[in-house]
C-alpha cells in the first residue's frame, strides 16, 4: 500500500482511473450498462477501503479486478434466474476464469479516446450520446450535466436511462467504431469535450470557480483526437480554444479563491506557451477553408489573448465573429456574449437592446448569466438600481460559490457607489431634499 493520503487525492485518482477501467471493460465485453454499474461498485468499495489502508501499488489492477468479479457476480445471477424461468440449459461460459491478472498490459492502457467515440453510439440522437459520455468520460455527475444543457437534473437522469436502454436494445455493438463511423461521431464527440472543459473552467455549483481536473482532462483528450485527426479544423479549433482559454487560469482568481474578472486580471500571469500553441492551431485551422464554430470561438479568444490590455482589445473584430458565429450555431449564450460585444462597440444602450429577444428563450431566461450580464451592461449605462437589482437577481440563481459572491460585492459596491452619489448631489442641488436625519 503507498501512503497517499485520503480525502481529494483519492477522489481524484478514482475520477481520473474510472474512464480507464471502464473502457476496459466495454471493449471486452461489449454492455456498457451492466460495466458501468460493476465499475461504480468497484468504486464504493475503493472509496471506502482506500483511505483508510492506503492505495494498492496498482490501483488500476485493483479497480479492475473488483469490477470484473462485480461483472462476473451480475452475469452469473442473469443466468441463473433465466435458467430458473426458461429451464435453460447450463451455460459453461459463467463458469470460466473472467478476470485477467491485476497487471495486465491491456489494464494499464488509457482507453479514455476509444470510450469517447463508443458513447457516441449510433443508436443515440447526438444530445443523449454527449450526456451518456460526459457521465462516462468526463467524470461529471448528472446534476452538471443537467446544468451544462440548461435542463432539469430529473430530465437529464431519465435522458442517460434511456441511452444506456437504447444501446441495449438497438443490436449494434458497443465497440469502436469503424474509420467511417468515427468520422461521423466526431461533431459529438467534440461537444463531450467542449462541455467538459467548460464545467471544469467555471464550474456551476460548489465552492471553488474551477476545476482543473475536468479542464485538464478534456484538453488531454483534446490533445489526443488533434492527432489522430490532425487534418480536421473543426477539432483544431476546440483544442485552440481550450488552450487559449486555459491560459488565462491563473490569473482569473486570487489568493483566496475570489472570481477576478477579465478586465481586472494580470496578464502577466497568463501562460503564453498555451497562447502562442492556440494561436498556431486557430491560425493554420482557419486557412484550410471550411470555418466552424470551435474555430471562431478559438479566434475570440485568441483576440482576447493577444490583448495586451483591456482597454486594447479589437471589440469591433470581436462583434464581426460573433455575429459569424451566431449564423453558424443556434445558442442562447452566443447571443448572450455578443451583447458585451456590441455595447463595446455601440454603447451599453445596444447591448441591452440585444438581451430582449432572449427573454422569451425558455433555454437561458431563467439563468443567471442573463441576470449578470444585464447587470454588467445597465452598470455600463449608469443605472445603478438597475444593475444591482439584476447582479442580486443572478447571485440568487447561480449555484457557484464564488460567482454569487463576486456577485454581491459588485451590488454591494454599486450599493455604496449609489450613496455616495446621492448625497453629493443633495449638496449641490437645491431641488433635492436632503435625507432625514436619526
Known amino acids: 500500500m503507498s501512503a497517499l493520503h485520503a480525502g481529494a487525492d483519492v477522489t481524484h485518482l478514482l475520477r481520473d482511473l474510472t474512464p480507464q477501467i471502464l473502457g476496459v471493460l466495454v471493449r471486452r465485453h461489449g454492455d456498457f450498462a451492466a460495466a458501468e454499474d460493476a465499475v461504480q461498485e468497484a468504486l464504493i468499495a475503493a472509496s471506502s477501503q482506500w483511505p483508510a489502508d492506503g492505495v494498492p501499488e496498482n490501483p488500476r489492477g485493483w479497480l479492475y479486478q473488483v469490477a470484473s468479479r462485480r461483472l462476473s457476480d451480475h452475469w452469473r445471477s442473469e443466468a441463473a434466474r433465466r435458467r430458473r424461468e426458461e429451464a435453460a440449459a447450463t451455460q459453461e461460459a459463467i463458469d470460466a476464469p473472467f478476470a485477467p491478472a491485476p497487471d495486465e498490459p491491456a489494464v494499464q492502457d488509457d482507453d479514455s479516446p476509444g470510450l469517447l467515440f463508443m458513447c457516441c453510439h449510433p443508436s443515440l440522437t447526438p444530445p443523449s450520446a454527449i450526456a451518456l459520455t460526459l457521465r462516462a468520460v468526463g467524470g461529471l455527475t448528472t446534476a452538471e450535466i443537467a446544468r451544462a444543457f440548461l435542463v432539469p437534473e430529473s430530465t437529464m437522469a431519465q435522458r442517460i436511462s434511456r441511452a444506456k436502454q437504447s444501446i441495449r436494445a438497438s443490436g449494434v455493438p458497443f465497440a469502436p467504431p469503424s474509420g467511417a463511423e468515427r468520422t ?255
Not at 371 to 393: F, I, N, P, T
Open 184 to 438: 461521423l461521431r466526431v461533431a459529438a464527440v467534440l461537444q463531450v469535450l467542449y462541455l467538459t472543459f467548460n464545467e471544469g473552467y467555471t464550474s456551476t455549483a460548489g465552492d471553488v470557480l474551477q476545476r482543473t481536473d475536468l479542464s485538464s482532462e478534456a484538453i488531454r483528450l483534446g490533445r489526443g483526437l488533434h492527432a489522430a485527426l490532425p487534418d480536421d479544423a473543426e477539432v483544431s479549433g476546440l483544442l485552440a480554444l481550450m488552450l487559449l482559454t486555459d491560459a488565462r487560469r491563473e490569473a482569473r482568481t486570487d489568493a483566496q479563491g475570489s472570481l477576478i474578472p477579465l478586465d481586472e486580471q494580470d496578464r502577466s500571469r497568463w501562460n503564453r506557451g498555451l497562447i502562442d500553441e492556440g494561436v498556431a492551431l486557430v491560425s493554420a485551422a482557419l486557412s484550410r477553408g471550411r470555418v466552424g464554430p470551435y474555430q471562431v470561438q478559438a479566434a475570440i479568444a485568441a483576440l482576447h489573448d493577444e490583448a495586451h490590455d483591456f482597454a486594447a482589445t479589437d471589440w469591433a473584430q470581436i462583434l464581426a465573429l460573433y455575429e459569424l458565429l451566431c449564423r453558424l450555431s443556434d445558442n442562447p449564450v452566443v447571443v448572450l456574449n455578443q451583447a458585451v460585444a456590441v455595447a463595446m462597440v455601440h454603447g451599453a444602450a445596444a447591448g441591452l437592446e440585444h438581451l430582449r429577444p432572449l427573454d422569451g428563450d425558455p433555454r437561458i431566461s431563467s439563468h443567471y448569466r442573463l441576470d449578470a450580464v444585464r447587470g454588467h451592461l445597465c452598470e455600463m449605462l449608469g443605472d445603478l438600481q438597475a444593475a444591482m437589482r439584476h447582479y442580486r437577481a443572478a447571485a440568487e440563481r447561480t449555484t457557484s460559490r464564488p460567482e454569487r459572491d463576486y456577485l454581491l460585492v459588485k451590488a454591494a459596491r454599486l450599493n455604496l457607489d449609489g450613496g455616495a452619489e446621492a448625497l453629493e448631489r443633495s449638496a449641490t442641488d437645491p431641488h433635492l431634499s436632503t435625507p432625514a436625519r436619526a
